[in-house]
């Protein structure tokens, strides 16, 4: 296993360099402006996560129709995300950018004025796809504008961008939907989706295009890698509802993403310039900042998809107070982003990672003492827990992962990088839907075997509710009824609870396996100064 510790090493078998321009810029507005664009792109994964009722009621659609919102968003994601690199040695990073803002910005438009759920659909998975590039091209662009310690400040920026979006995307949604309506959940994308397109041409000079990669490029690997992503995703984000493998579409879905995955690996280890650069999971760092990637995606991505669940399932709570009793995990990830950078400078950033993944574990742990009386108040402290050492979690992954790898192969790595974070999301949700699905099951027939005539206090509960009707037409047969039908919703709502903490259990385990990763990292060397072909 290759390990290289300074980013300046060269590596065999890594996809051939296009020619970049020298380092020479002071000014970190563009830097910023990108910021912007992977910050909207990151932010709509999750800001229709507590108004998916109210669109599915704008947009007249069924109950099994309206997750397809987020999931067409994510499965096109998914599948952009690893040719992100490719695609900016082919155009380069100035003109994929122009063209991936102005796509999502379009796409965003298109979103708000769709006219049914079909349409609906089509043009989230456009908004994801065309979106998708903004986000791993910010990654690999922060060791072009950034040199020596000050990656410690761009690893941590984007580090909290990636973690704090999606947390305040159910945030801005909720309130979004509940003052004006869901409509306006994509027009906001406008005004930043058009500036951003407007100045990245102006600001952005990192490299050049090299168009003749398209003539040697790996279209088989391509067309095999987005059919194995895309079913995978499928797979995972539908496989719940239609009983897993017991459902025929979910089965071939499923051998498809195998066989067409397996391929890729295959054709990508082979071919001369793959399109996504598996080879570099040959270093070590690399090889464990994406399993560490793919962990905290899982951390972030299902704690945002459970907290409003929960809230909006069990306690009933509308777009907009989900929004606020979430608020503050962003709030906290948000002060943790100046001590990390005030601790980073002084602190190996294996320990801080290791003091990250360990917290968010921690904040997992806490999470599964939940009761069905949970909300902004009891919420308080788990999310503290978990959103103020999220960026420690987040961003040594940037510089340990990464930043071991040489120049020229940041851009194909970066993909798998990100995507790894993603993939992590999609499987913490479908593992995580199973459990809540299967333990509600579970706990609702451990409670119903002790609904027996032999438990006091469910026969004073149902003799006290029979009470109340019997001086009604239908008396105390319509009171009996009405009180099994009251005692079914408590159990099954603490069967719900208790399948939940379940959950959240469940994520605490991978932390802990995370946490005990880090020590295998071996520490990189930070260059004082940045190499010539540096992007």
Same mark, same amino acid.
């Given at each position: 296993?290759?390990?290289? /510790?300074?980013?300046?090493?060269?590596?065999?078998?890594?996809?051939?360099?296009?020619? /970049?321009?020298?380092?020479?810029?002071?000014?970190?507005?563009?830097?910023?402006?990108?910021?912007?664009?992977?910050? +909207?792109?990151?932010?709509?994964?999750?800001?229709?996560?507590?108004? @998916?009722?109210?669109?599915?009621? $704008?947009?007249?659609?069924?109950?099994?129709?309206?997750?397809?919102?987020?999931?067409? &968003?994510?499965?096109?994601?998914?599948?952009?995300?690893? @040719?992100?690199?490719?695609?900016?040695?082919?155009?380069?990073?100035?003109?994929?950018?122009?063209?991936?803002?102005?796509?999502?910005?379009?796409?965003?438009?298109?979103?708000?004025?769709?006219?049914?759920?079909?349409?609906?659909?089509?043009?989230? $998975?456009?908004?994801?796809?065309?979106?998708?590039?903004?986000?791993?091209?910010?990654?690999?662009?922060?060791?072009?504008?950034?040199?020596?310690?000050?990656?410690?400040? %761009?690893?941590?920026?984007?580090?909290?961008?990636?973690?704090?979006?999606?947390?305040?995307?159910?945030? +801005?949604?909720?309130?979004?939907?509940?003052?004006?309506?869901?409509?306006?959940?994509?027009?906001?994308?406008?005004?930043?989706?058009?500036? *951003?397109?407007?100045?990245?041409?102006?600001?952005?000079?990192?490299?050049?295009?090299?168009?003749?990669?398209?003539?040697?490029?790996?279209?088989?690997?391509?067309?095999?890698?987005?059919?194995?992503?895309?079913?995978?995703?499928?797979?995972?984000?539908?496989?719940?509802?239609?009983?897993?493998?017991?459902?025929?579409?979910?089965?071939?879905?499923?051998?498809? #993403?195998?066989?067409?995955?397996?391929?890729?690996?295959?054709?990508?280890?082979?071919?001369?310039?793959?399109?996504?650069?598996?080879? #570099?999971?040959?270093?070590?760092?690399?090889?464990?900042?994406?399993?560490?990637?793919?962990?905290?995606?899982?951390?972030?991505?299902?704690?945002?998809?459970?907290?409003?669940?929960?809230?909006?399932?069990?306690?009933?709570?509308?777009?907009?107070?989900?929004?606020?009793?979430?608020? %503050?995990?962003?709030?906290?990830?948000?002060?943790?982003?100046?001590?990390?950078?005030?601790?980073?400078?002084?602190?190996? @950033?294996?320990?801080?990672?290791?003091?990250?993944?360990?917290?968010?574990?921690?904040?997992?742990?806490?999470?599964?003492?939940?009761?069905?009386?949970?909300? #902004?108040?009891?919420?308080?402290?788990?999310?503290?827990?978990?959103?103020?050492?999220?960026?420690?979690?987040?961003?040594?992954?940037? !510089?340990?992962?990464?930043?071991?790898?040489?120049?020229?192969?940041?851009?194909?790595?970066?993909?798998?990088?990100?995507?790894?974070?993603?993939?992590?999301?999609?499987?913490?949700?479908?593992?995580?839907?199973? +459990?809540?699905?299967?333990?509600?099951?579970?706990?609702?027939?451990?409670?119903?075997?002790?609904?027996?005539?032999?438990?006091?206090?469910?026969?004073?509960?149902?003799? $006290?509710?029979?009470?109340? &009707?019997?001086?009604?037409?239908?008396?105390?047969?319509?009171?009996?009824?009405?009180?099994?039908?009251?005692?079914?919703?408590?159990?099954?709502?603490? #069967?719900?609870?208790?399948?939940?903490?379940?959950?959240?259990?469940?994520?605490?385990?991978?932390? *802990?396996?995370?946490?005990?990763?880090?020590?295998?990292?071996?520490?990189?060397?930070?260059?004082?100064?940045?190499?010539? !072909?540096?992007?």
């Amino acid at each position: 296993m290759t390990q290289s /510790s300074t980013p300046g090493a060269s590596t065999s078998g890594s996809p051939t360099p296009a020619p /970049s321009l020298p380092v020479q810029h002071p000014s970190v507005l563009p830097f910023v402006v990108m910021c912007v664009g992977m910050f +909207i792109a990151l932010l709509d994964i999750q800001i229709v996560a507590s108004s @998916l009722q109210d669109i599915g009621g $704008g947009l007249s659609a069924a109950q099994d129709e309206i997750s397809w919102v987020q999931t067409a &968003y994510l499965i096109a994601e998914i599948i952009m995300i690893p @040719l992100s690199g490719w695609l900016t040695r082919v155009f380069s990073t100035r003109w994929l950018f122009t063209a991936s803002a102005a796509g999502f910005t379009i796409s965003s438009m298109l979103c708000g004025l769709a006219w049914n759920i079909d349409s609906m659909i089509l043009f989230r $998975g456009l908004q994801g796809l065309l979106g998708a590039s903004m986000i791993p091209t910010v990654f690999t662009s922060s060791f072009h504008y950034f040199q020596g310690k000050r990656r410690v400040y %761009s690893a941590a920026v984007v580090g909290s961008i990636a973690s704090i979006a999606p947390i305040l995307g159910p945030v +801005i949604g909720g309130w979004i939907t509940d003052t004006m309506n869901w409509h306006w959940l994509f027009y906001i994308n406008l005004a930043p989706g058009l500036a *951003v397109t407007l100045l990245i041409p102006l600001l952005v000079k990192i490299d050049e295009p090299d168009l003749s990669l398209l003539k040697g490029a790996d279209y088989l690997g391509i067309v095999l890698m987005a059919l194995g992503l895309g079913t995978l995703e499928y797979v995972l984000e539908e496989g719940t509802r239609w009983n897993w493998f017991s459902d025929a579409t979910i089965r071939d879905c499923a051998w498809i #993403a195998g066989i067409a995955l397996g391929l890729f690996v295959l054709r990508s280890l082979t071919f001369r310039n793959p399109v996504m650069d598996l080879r #570099a999971l040959g270093n070590r760092n690399f090889a464990l900042g994406c399993v560490l990637s793919f962990v905290t995606g899982i951390g972030m991505f299902t704690t945002i998809f459970l907290t409003p669940l929960f809230l909006g399932y069990v306690r009933g709570y509308s777009a907009w107070q989900i929004g606020v009793a979430i608020f %503050s995990t962003g709030a906290a990830s948000l002060a943790g982003v100046p001590v990390y950078i005030l601790l980073a400078r002084k602190f190996d @950033l294996r320990w801080l990672m290791m003091f990250g993944l360990a917290s968010f574990g921690l904040a997992m742990w806490s999470y599964s003492f939940i009761t069905h009386e949970w909300g #902004a108040a009891e919420l308080f402290l788990p999310q503290l827990l978990r959103g103020f050492p999220q960026v420690f979690a987040v961003a040594p992954a940037v !510089n340990l992962g990464l930043g071991s790898l040489p120049p020229e192969r940041l851009k194909y790595a970066s993909g798998l990088f990100n995507m790894m974070r993603n993939l992590g999301g999609a499987v913490g949700i479908a593992v995580s839907q199973a +459990i809540i699905n299967d333990q509600t099951n579970f706990h609702f027939q451990m409670i119903a075997a002790h609904l027996t005539a032999a438990n006091g206090a469910m026969q004073r509960f149902v003799a $006290g509710v029979t009470q109340r &009707y019997a001086a009604m037409p239908g008396g105390e047969a319509l009171g009996h009824d009405a009180a099994l039908k009251q005692l079914w919703q408590l159990a099954y709502r603490e #069967a719900s609870t208790l399948a939940f903490a379940d959950a959240f259990r469940a994520i605490m385990l991978a932390f *802990v396996i995370a946490t005990l990763l880090v020590p295998l990292l071996h520490k990189v060397a930070v260059p004082q100064a940045a190499p010539t !072909n540096a992007h």
